[in-house]
């Protein structure tokens, strides 16, 4: 039990792994360890800012498996990227209940990456859709977001994990991580690689977080999961749930 000190989590990018977050969420509130202070990278800032806006996990479950992966992103003309977002806009802001992030009921900071400077950043007011989509917007895949002149794209480019705005908010700080790195035999496609090199870059900046954090939660079942496997939501949030409760079982102990 949290015994009144404030909670701060941080959530990871990991495309569609991010439903195992929800899986967290719903043990972190078993255990009583409902978060105060939210953070969160693409998937991680989709999860967040329903969560921040009053959405139960088993809610957030519902809403965003309830979409097939076509209504999420289409192809377009690779101007700027591959893929079109814009499905995913429309079910971030058609489902959400607040606009500004300023607004939520618990505050809560999105990671994104300015392409212009070349430097990650934690929003934490402005407009709550357009600034979750660019956090997921993985470059060269799908397309960047444009505000007020400056490119965006996913916060994943340059802190998968935003603990940083969490530092001296929260008496206690958990991480989440969807994606961990555990040893494969060499991979054996053009995606797999792709996929594996990928991960790689996001965990070499996770290693060098240990001090920023009391608590990572991190399944390692997950790495079994592709990151567009929305049909096997619930197996991922199972997966989550039964983890996090494990490892808070444990934290508790200690």
Same mark, same amino acid.
């Given at each position: 039990?949290?015994?009144?000190?404030?909670?701060?989590?941080? =959530?990871?990018?990991?495309?569609?792994?991010?439903?195992?977050?929800?899986? +967290?969420?719903?043990?972190?509130? #078993?255990?009583?360890?409902?978060?105060?202070?939210? !953070?969160?990278?693409?998937a991680g800032a989709i999860t967040a800012a329903f969560y921040a806006d009053g959405f139960s996990p088993e809610?957030?479950?519902? &809403?965003?498996s309830s979409y097939k992966l076509k209504k999420f992103f289409r192809f377009g003309l690779p101007k700027r990227?591959?893929?079109?977002? !814009?499905?995913?806009?429309? &079910?971030?802001?058609?489902?959400?209940? +607040?606009?500004?992030?300023? %607004? =939520?009921?618990?505050?809560?900071?999105?990671?994104?990456? @300015?392409?212009?400077?070349?430097?990650?950043?934690?929003?934490? #007011?402005?407009?709550?859709?357009?600034?979750?989509?660019?956090?997921?917007?993985?470059?060269?895949?799908?397309?960047?977001?444009?505000?007020?002149? +400056?490119? $965006? /794209?996913?916060?994943? /480019?340059m802190d998968n994990l935003p603990l940083t705005p969490l530092q001296g908010k929260a008496d206690i700080i &958990?991480? !989440? @991580?969807?994606?961990?790195?555990? %040893?494969? @035999?060499?991979? @054996?496609?053009?995606?797999?690689?792709?996929?594996?090199?990928?991960?790689?870059?996001?965990? +070499?900046?996770?290693?060098?977080?240990?001090?920023? $954090?009391?608590?990572?939660?991190?399944?390692?079942?997950?790495?079994? $999961?592709?990151?567009? #496997?929305?049909?096997?939501?619930?197996?991922?949030?199972?997966?989550? $749930?039964?983890?996090?409760?494990? %490892?808070?079982?444990?934290?508790?102990?200690?």
């Open positions: 039990m949290k015994d009144g000190k404030s909670i701060g989590l941080a =959530l990871s990018g990991g495309a569609a792994r991010g439903f195992a977050h929800l899986g +967290t969420l719903k043990a972190m509130e #078993e255990m009583g360890y409902k978060p105060d202070f939210l !953070s969160g990278c693409s809610e957030i479950l519902e &809403i965003l990227g591959f893929m079109k977002s !814009s499905g995913l806009f429309r &079910i971030i802001k058609n489902n959400l209940r +607040t606009s500004k992030i300023e %607004d =939520l009921p618990i505050p809560l900071w999105i990671s994104v990456t @300015n392409m212009n400077k070349g430097i990650p950043e934690y929003i934490n #007011e402005g407009d709550l859709a357009r600034h979750v989509l660019a956090s997921a917007s993985i470059p060269i895949i799908f397309r960047p977001v444009i505000m007020k002149g +400056t490119m $965006y /794209v996913d916060g994943g /480019v &958990i991480a !989440s @991580n969807v994606s961990p790195i555990i %040893d494969c @035999n060499p991979p @054996n496609s053009l995606k797999k690689v792709a996929e594996r090199t990928f991960l790689l870059a996001l965990h +070499t900046k996770i290693l060098s977080q240990k001090n920023m $954090y009391d608590l990572l939660l991190e399944p390692e079942e997950m790495h079994e $999961y592709g990151f567009f #496997e929305i049909k096997k939501a619930k197996k991922m949030f199972d997966i989550g $749930y039964q983890q996090s409760l494990l %490892d808070l079982k444990h934290f508790n102990e200690k």
